[in-house]
T-cell receptor, first 115, second 113 residues
Framework: EAGVVQSPRYKIIEKKQPVAFWCNPI?????LYWYRQNLGQGPELLIR????????DSQLPKDRFSAERLKGVDSTLKIQPAELGDSAVYLC?????????????FGPGTRLTVL | RKEVEQDPGPFNVPEGATVAFNCTYS??????FFWYRQDCRKEPKLLMS???SGNEDGRFTAQLNRASQYISLLIRDSKLSDSATYLC??????????????FGKGTKLSVKP
């Protein structure tokens, strides 16, 4: 079974530039998550989707971050404009809605460096 | 107070040693508990769920104390391949559907030959 796919794996941009990350979850997984992980920290949730609906975006900095999951499958996360403090690993995860299981499967992440 | 607190380590142990990690959580309504493992520059992967009755998977034993809001992970007979960061994770269930998971900062383990 293919895992969660993310691209790009690495991205280096200058501050104030836009950047976008893409995620394709495991086939059949209805729930999709975007996390940000700073060095030495655990992942922190940015947004959670149930199918195409964003059910929790309370931690998403909406002034510069946006996300979409138009067809309830793959998703994009965008930052515009990027700031130095946005340098982090952006992780996508998915999970099935199967008897309330909470197991989340993570993609390899996109490592963003903002110069 | 952080929602999930762990000692960041590092724990440096010799092969064959037994090592224990602890974690506390602040939300008494938390309903699901896990340990995830994260190798350097890799994504987190589920190691095991944690149940009130305690559970064991090979060399790994997890315990949950709801009264003290405390979770533990015991690793026996440590292997070099156990070297990683261990993330304590708690979650809320909402009517049987997926809830959000809160991750601790992780405890770094280094097993030496």
């Amino acid at each position: 079974e293919a895992g969660v796919v993310q691209s790009p794996r690495y991205k280096i941009i200058e501050k104030k530039q836009p950047v976008a990350f893409w995620c394709n979850p495991i086939s059949g997984h209805n729930t999709l998550y975007w996390y940000r992980q700073n060095l030495g920290q655990g992942p922190e949730l940015l947004i959670r989707y149930e199918n195409e609906e964003a059910v929790d975006d309370s931690q998403l900095p909406k002034d510069r971050f946006s996300a979409e999951r138009l067809k309830g499958v793959d998703s994009t996360l965008k930052i515009q404009p990027a700031e130095l403090g946005d340098s982090a690993v952006y992780l996508c995860a998915s999970s099935p809605r199967d008897r309330g299981t909470d197991t989340q499967y993570f993609g390899p992440g996109t490592r963003l460096t903002v110069l | 107070r952080k929602e999930v607190e762990q000692d960041p380590g590092p724990f440096n142990v010799p092969e064959g040693a037994t090592v224990a990690f602890n974690c506390t959580y602040s939300n008494s309504a938390s309903q699901s508990f896990f340990w995830y493992r994260q190798d350097c520059r890799k994504e987190p992967k589920l190691l095991m769920s944690v149940y009130s009755s305690g559970n064991e998977d090979g060399r790994f034993t997890a315990q949950l104390n709801r009264a003290s809001q405390y979770i533990s992970l015991l690793i026996r007979d440590s292997k070099l391949s156990d070297s990683a960061t261990y993330l304590c994770v708690v979650g809320m269930n909402y009517g049987g559907s997926q809830g959000n998971l809160i991750f601790g900062k992780g405890t770094k383990l280094s097993v030496k030959p």
